[in-house]
């Protein structure tokens, strides 16, 4: 202490959270991959059906990060059956008549939700069993009703959301309930409430001593959480337009793999939106990597593999997590985000530019629509010759602009850093590198509009 | 001495805010309080002082709420809190011994835990960072980033953070329940002065502390726990250490035990050395000889690198530099870098943190005593099945030797009290059959009964020509026990004194680092043998040779002239005087094999 | 149950209760030999026991004193309730459902239902009664109690339920169940999980007979499997030991590994995408199918295999060293540790036990079946964690044992075959099991209170 007090101006302590590190830097090498063997992602069908289809593993996901923050290592396999028990009961009920309003669907399936966590809670409290017996007792029972309410896959979903599963466009309900959930977690995080919930996982007993209102705070998670999959179970009623009492049980492994993808502590007190979602979609990627490479017969076969030996990975990672944070003391995942945002946008734009297309001229000719270019920006597969032309004008600014922002980025990062023994050198280094790869993809695929200027 | 706490309960200065009426607490078989009572006023700093296990900390935790009492009535500025809730509500702040901190949380956060209420902040966020940053600097002297995660920060920053947490809202009575515990000797020098200024704005500070130096310098009174009972209120001028060593020991109990002379090698031969030793990254590296047939205590503030050594003597940690090495046989050295290198030389290791490194819970008595025998008294071989018979045997051996009260062997450990716990431990420790035994702060929450048969157990051990190391966060255990006590401080050897002559106020300084660190050097240092070169490479052959020869007449004279301040010294028959008041004689006294022309006579001459 | 309580030594109330099984035992002999009808030898049986153990405290009890009289206090009646409300409470629970169910559904109410209501309330008052003697190993003895009763009401509603057949195949499932548990069992003495067991039985059920259709022998097969299950739980024991907490999120994930990696292998090459075609051999069939022989005697060997790892473990674990120390560590690894027990190879070698024993349940389960199925394992997921939680194993580690286990898994095999009997589908049991497993390990698994941890 002799030593820091030398130098006060120093503070102490480090705020560095390299916890996102890893999903980030998977999410962006994932994208990359998968636009470059299937550039059709990234139209506007093709972005609209992963939304449709990742959106009930992030809900999943958001569910089990909620009651995870809480703490005592509440990791909650029920969340699949949870999510098959709202869907069958849903969909038994619609086809019975009731249930028609979206209102009292949305109603139904958060209270469904809300219902069985704040049993869960309650059991967690006062009978203070470790939550994941509880989770585990509620995976069977809620495993066995499921198949008890509905023994085969089949009815057929309310009418209102009939259409939300097809994907055709990236703007849909689905997507909506996702954004908003999403939101409404990010101004959760500004209430007292979080921090209360994030402390308690963190150390219970601190927060106990501290007077935070452990059972409260416990109970609020729980209900979150509740909340949470009751969405995740309309998503998901939504992808698959029916009933599916098995199908639900399998979201709890991908959800758990996708908590710890994301960063997620499953001890408790560390986990956030932007993880998760990030985690799920890394989860997805993966399924959509592999389903580009066609293995035929033994696709799922393949996804097992690779779903539990990513988590196996992702979990081997997050001991190196100490080291990587000795290292790096000052880390800032939305500008590593940013960073790596930019160099993708390049390897999309590479990877989705239709070259030939570019080079013949000789696709019907149609006015350009200026509307659909507007929302669907990135649908350009399909894209007429005159937004060719443009985008070819516009390539060699948009690199130039790229390449200024990154190395502003980097030189941000490499001057403001050096006195310290922060961020630097790990970013630094994987902006470096990624950079120039991308520039270097962007002036081996661009030599045309590069000659044509 | 119980008439010195002049009772004084009707309140002059300030009304009183805590007010404890005849507390009853149990554990289980555990009495943590058996009828304690005490009050504590406004404006004044309220010290629980008492021994280990004597309930203080229980009594914090029943004042801050956390701990429902068994019997008895507890009102706090009127009321009774139940939670930690209700007592942050009514002004009650408490600084828990454990350090507890969310380490995936910011500074700021950690320090306005619990201050919002449950949906709302109390203060936006900025201020409350500007506040936090203030704040720390204020009180741990040094720049913290309020952002920082806590994780990432040293155990006394985190310290700080707690208390940073108790003084924020301002409280009506704060708590401090060994809270200098990871602060350095500055920094519990600020906490002080905080303590007095919230003193003079009328707060209720309530310090609970086993540090009698700390508690005399800041403690306006006292109360004196004992037992889980209160044995007297001391007022300012009352508080010394003598009045409260009285009062925390017990007059009676404390003549008997001091009465007992510590046992002396009989020889210089070394059961162990150390050399070039760094227990703690960044301490000083020092070298360390045990000699067979002696007790060496080691003291020091808590953190200061005397339990690492322990450790590290034992083969649990490994040093951060140079070696142990454990005499075999035919005088070679073997090194003790790990435990099964610790146990083939014969070292065994007893832990005072029964409940962490200690018992197996649910396992019976015969399995948590015999459980390293295990493997050396197994039968079939590869099938390793248990010799119960061989063991049983044994058991039954080491139980009676330490008297270890319990019904079935076959009944769980947890049906036993504390210190028959800690008792199996030790037997455990010597089934082993070791050369050398290392304690670490064996006595830890156990009765003051049980204490003294242990120390009469292991001085016997050490009688017997065994070395015993033991360390000890109480002075008073030395007192007529230890050969020898060496006090640490920075991770290093700061001092060492001799046990025949041992003082705890100056052994006190030292660990505060007021001494000028001298004895380190001395006969009873850490080499008691280094003064005459050694030439050679076997070090003290033919295991025991007496060197000194006292004349009888001589005895007789040491006898009768026994220096007061030395009640102990040369009490016991053996042919090896090894008297050790003077550092210069003693040097001349050598176990050298060719030594033996010098020796006795002066030191002994010099004695008188 | 509102007796003086007489103070009777625990050991003469053991001793009490072993001479009323053995004659228990005794008169159920001579009531089969002589042909009465099972129901009627349960009953005498169980009538037996209950006179028994009551006289034997009736009559011991005049020896050895009252208890000592209650302390001041409420009155005499309220102390009671508080003492027993629990018992009482279910009592009347129980009482008012058989009331209910009279009511509601036609011909409930038979000569065999109240009998087997009276045999019901007989275990509740049992367990109650003689439950507190047994501290230690409550749960192992309601787990007997849970079995004796679902057995004897089973046998008198269910036709056949006491048959020989039946309990031939009820014993047959049970030691595929007993035997994928016993490597949970393990594993949860140390404190952690082994998720991976159902898909190793998968993948061990379908790798075996591709390696039989690739024409290998048949017992170089089973012990390439054997040793690869091994294999695969050293990788677990490594990986959940450097992942503490976290034992089963890791074991989740080398499962499904396992599970799509076997896939994958036995896929390449093949048109069947996964499905293998190969014949069994015979002595594999004989091993496990309900027809097979033990050395001429007609029941299943795969019985006898799982009576024989029973009895090995349940001895081993008590009088060896590795079974002593499996325990410490589970208790206690700090001090475990202190005593050079290392954690390392234990938490490896428990796996790999747990991995070699559910690649044998993959193997036998592939002799009773015939045919190689990826998913033969799924509903041992969470059954063998279900057989290990309510014979009453801790998951924390360091208390239970494989005894224990059979228990459970034995309470868990008649309950299903109690169920199956009553005409209640595989969706129930779950629904059933899952509820169970709550108040089994609330009986003697609940974390501490807080207020006691700071």
Same mark, same amino acid.
């Given at each position: ?453 | ?70 019997? #008895?009535?507890? %009102?706090? =500025?009127?009321? $009774? ?6 007592? &942050?509500?009514?002004?009650?702040? !408490? /600084? ?104 003079? #704005?009328?707060? %209720?500070? =309530?310090?609970? $502390? ?6 005399? &310098?800041?403690?306006?009174?006292? !109360? /004196? ?120 030389? &014969? ?262 | ?454």
């Amino acid at each position: 202490m002799t030593v820091a007090s030398t130098q006060l101006h120093e503070a102490k302590g480090g705020r560095s959270n390299p916890y996102l590190l890893m999903p980030i830097t998977l999410f962006f090498a994932l994208l990359a991959l998968a636009v470059l063997r299937a550039p059709s992602l990234m139209t506007s069908a093709g972005i609209g059906s992963a939304i449709i289809v990742a959106t009930p593993l992030i809900l999943a996901t958001y569910a089990l990060m909620a009651s995870a923050i809480s703490g005592r290592g509440t990791v909650d396999l029920s969340v699949g059956p949870l999510i098959g028990f709202v869907n069958v009961t849903l969909i038994q009920f619609s086809s019975a008549g009731l249930l028609e309003s979206p209102l009292a669907v949305f109603l139904y399936a958060i209270f469904i939700g809300a219902l069985y966590q704040l049993i869960f809670a309650l059991i967690v409290i006062y009978v203070r069993l470790q939550p994941i017996i509880v989770s585990l007792s509620g995976y069977l029972a809620l495993t066995g009703i499921n198949l008890v309410i509905l023994p085969r896959p089949g009815g057929v979903a309310p009418a209102f959301m009939a259409e939300w599963g097809y994907g055709t466009s990236i703007f849909s309900p689905v997507l909506v309930m996702l954004v908003l959930a999403s939101a409404a977690w990010l101004l959760f995080t500004a209430t007292a409430f979080y921090t209360h919930l994030r402390l308690m996982g963190s150390d219970e007993r601190a927060a106990y001593t501290a007077g935070v209102p452990i059972t409260i705070v416990r109970i609020g998670a729980h209900l979150i959480s509740g909340a949470f999959a009751g969405l995740a179970a309309i998503a998901f009623t939504a992808l698959i337009s029916s009933g599916d009492p098995s199908q639900g049980t399998t979201y709890t492994l991908i959800a758990v793999t996708a908590l710890v993808l994301g960063g997620a502590s499953l001890a408790g007190g560390r986990g956030g939106v932007f993880g998760s979602a990030l985690g799920a979609l890394n989860l997805y990627l993966i399924t959509f990597v592999l389903a580009t490479f066609n293995f035929g017969a033994v696709q799922s076969f393949v996804t097992n593999l690779a779903y539990g030996s990513i988590l196996v990975i992702s979990l081997l990672l997050t001991l190196l997590i100490p080291v990587i944070q000795r290292y790096i003391r000052n880390f800032s995942p939305f500008l590593y985000f940013v960073a790596l945002a930019v160099v993708v946008l390049g390897v999309i734009l590479h990877g989705t530019f239709d070259y030939t297309a570019f080079e013949a001229a000789s696709l019907p000719v149609g006015p350009m629509d200026l509307q659909a270019s507007l929302i669907a920006p990135l649908e350009i597969a399909v894209s007429s010759p005159e937004t060719e032309a443009l985008r070819a004008q516009a390539a060699p600014l948009i690199s130039a602009a790229l390449l200024l922002v990154v190395i502003a980025v980097f030189l941000r990062v490499a001057f403001a850093q050096t006195d310290r023994r922060r961020i630097g050198p790990a970013v630094a280094v994987v902006l470096a590198a990624l950079v120039l790869g991308g520039a270097w993809g962007m002036t081996q695929s661009t030599p045309d509009t590069e000659v044509s200027q | 001495m119980p008439t010195a706490a002049v009772l004084s309960t009707s309140a002059e200065p300030g009304r009183d805010t805590i007010s404890v009426r005849n507390v009853k607490k149990y554990f289980g078989p555990t009495r943590a309080l058996d009828g304690a009572s005490f009050s504590a006023r406004a404006g004044e700093i309220h010290a629980i002082v008492g021994g280990n296990g004597c309930g203080k900390s229980t009594l914090a935790k029943v004042v801050s709420g956390i701990l429902p009492v068994d019997s #008895g009535a507890v %009102t706090i =500025l009127g009321e $009774t809190p139940s939670t930690p809730a209700e007592s &942050r509500a009514l002004g009650i702040s !408490t /600084v828990y011994q454990e350090v507890m901190v969310a380490d995936e949380s910011s500074v700021v956060d950690n320090i306005y835990l619990g201050a919002d209420r449950l949906f709302s902040k109390t203060l936006s966020q900025d201020r409350k960072v500007a506040r936090a940053a203030t704040l720390m600097q204020e009180l741990s002297g040094e720049a913290v980033d309020p952002h920082a995660l806590v994780g990432t920060l040293p155990l006394g920053l985190k310290q700080w953070i707690t208390i940073a947490r108790a003084l924020l809202s301002e409280p009506k009575i704060l708590i401090l329940d060994e809270s200098s515990a990871a602060l350095d000797f500055d920094s519990t020098e600020r906490l002080f002065n905080k303590m007095r200024a919230l003193r003079d #704005g009328g707060t %209720t500070v =309530l310090i609970v $502390t086993h540090r009698i130096a700390e508690l005399i &310098r800041i403690s306006d009174r006292a !109360t /004196v726990l004992r037992d889980g009972r209160d044995v007297g209120v001391l007022e300012k001028h009352e508080i010394t250490e003598k009045n409260l060593l009285a009062l925390m020991t017990g007059v009676d109990r404390s003549g008997s035990h001091h009465a007992l002379a510590a046992p002396q090698p009989k020889t210089a031969e070394r059961g162990l050395k150390a050399r070039g030793l760094v227990v703690e990254p960044g301490a000083k590296a020092f070298d360390f000889d045990l000699r067979r047939g002696e007790i060496v205590g080691v003291a020091g503030l808590d953190g200061q690198g005397q339990d690492a050594f322990v450790r590290v003597l034992a083969g649990v940690q490994p040093a951060e530099q140079g070696v142990v090495q454990v005499a075999a046989q035919n005088d070679e050295w073997s090194m003790v870098r790990s435990l099964p290198e610790a146990a083939a030389g &014969r070292i065994s290791y007893v832990s005072g943190d029964r409940k962490r490194e200690g018992i197996f819970a649910s396992l019976s008595i015969f399995e948590n005593m015999m459980m390293p025998l295990y493997r050396e008294k197994r039968r079939g071989g590869i099938l390793g099945i248990i010799d119960r018979l061989t063991l049983g045997a044994i058991f039954k051996r080491e139980a009676d030797n330490l008297l270890i009260k319990f019904g079935l062997k076959e009944d769980r450990i947890t049906s036993l009290s504390g210190g028959n716990q800690q008792k199996v431990l030790i037997g455990r420790g010597f089934a082993m059959r070791p050369d050398i035994i290392v304690l670490n702060d064996p006595a830890r929450g156990i009765d003051v009964g049980a204490k003294a048969e242990l120390y009469k157990h292991l001085r016997s051990f050490a009688e017997d020509g065994r070395s015993v190391v033991y360390m000890s966060s109480e002075l008073e255990e030395f007192l007529g026990f230890a050969t020898r006590v060496i006090v640490f401080r920075d991770g290093a050897p700061f001092d060492a004194f001799d046990g025949s002559r041992l003082d705890p106020k100056v052994v006190l300084e030292a660990m505060f680092g007021q001494t000028n660190g001298e004895g380190l050097t001395a006969a009873y240092g850490l080499q008691p043998g280094r003064a005459v070169p050694q030439t050679g490479s076997a070090p003290t052959a033919n295991g025991v040779r007496v060197l000194v020869d006292v004349p009888e007449d001589i005895k007789a004279a040491l006898r009768a002239a026994r220096p007061i301040a030395t009640p102990t010294y040369a009490m016991k028959e053996t042919t090896v005087s090894r008297p050790a008041e003077l550092s210069k004689p003693i040097r001349i006294v050598e176990f050298d094999t060719s030594g033996q022309k010098r020796g006795g006579h002066k030191s002994v001459g010099s004695g008188q | 149950m509102t007796d003086l309580a007489p103070q009777i030594s625990l050991p003469s109330r053991i001793l009490g209760l072993v001479i009323g099984l053995i004659l228990t035992a005794t008169g159920a002999g001579f009531g089969f030999a002589s042909g009465a009808s099972v129901q009627i030898v349960i009953l005498a049986a169980i009538a037996t026991l209950a006179l028994f153990v009551w006289g034997w405290r009736y009559v011991l009890g005049q020896f050895a004193g009252p208890a000592v009289a209650a302390a001041d206090g409420p009155s005499s009646v309220w102390q009671a309730w508080m003492r027993f409300r629990w018992p009482l409470l279910g009592l009347a629970l129980i009482l008012l459902a058989f009331l209910i169910l009279s009511l509601t559904v036609e011909g409930f109410f038979n000569i065999w239902n109240v009998i087997s209501l009276l045999i019901l309330l007989a275990i509740l008052v049992l367990t109650r009664t003689l439950g507190r003697q047994f501290q230690q190993n409550r749960s192992a003895f309601i787990g007997i109690m849970v079995l004796a009763g679902l057995f004897s009401v089973g046998s008198m509603n269910i036709e056949g339920f006491a048959s020989g057949n039946n309990i031939k195949s009820m014993l047959l499932f049970a030691s595929f169940l007993g035997l994928a548990s016993v490597g949970q069992t393990l594993v949860a003495l140390l404190g952690g999980l082994d998720l991976s067991i159902p898909f190793v039985i998968g993948g061990a059920n379908v790798g075996l007979l591709y390696l039989i259709s690739l024409e290998v022998p048949g017992w170089l097969a089973t012990i390439i499997v054997l040793l690869i299950g091994a294999l695969l739980g050293v990788v677990n024991g490594l990986l959940s030991y450097k992942l503490q907490a976290q034992a089963l999120i890791v074991t989740l994930g080398t499962g499904f590994a396992i599970s799509g990696g076997v896939q994958i292998i036995t896929s390449i090459g093949s048109a069947y995408s996964g499905n293998v075609f190969g014949t069994v051999p015979a002595w594999l069939s004989n091993l496990s199918a309900m027809n097979g022989t033990t050395f001429g005697i007609s029941f299943p060997p795969v019985i006898a295999i799982w009576a024989i790892i029973a009895l090995v473990l349940i001895v081993g674990m008590r009088v060896t060293l590795y079974g002593r120390f499996l325990y410490a560590l589970g208790v206690n690894r700090t001090s475990a540790s202190r005593v050079m027990i290392s954690e390392l190879s234990y938490w490896v070698v428990m796996y790999a036990l747990s991995g070699f024993f559910a690649a044998m349940t993959g193997c036998l389960l592939l002799g009773w079946s015939g045919g190689g199925f990826i998913g033969v394992g799924d509903q041992y997921l969470f059954l063998t964690l279900a057989a290990v939680v309510v014979g009453g194993t801790s998951l924390l580690g360091g208390a239970g044992g494989y005894g224990f286990t059979v228990i459970g898994v034995l309470v868990l095999q008649v309950l299903s075959s109690f169920l199956v009997g009553i005409g209640l589908d595989f969706e129930w049991q779950q629904f059933i099991f899952g509820l169970l497993i709550l108040p089994m390990v609330a009986l003697y698994a609940r974390s501490p209170h807080i207020r006691t941890q700071i």
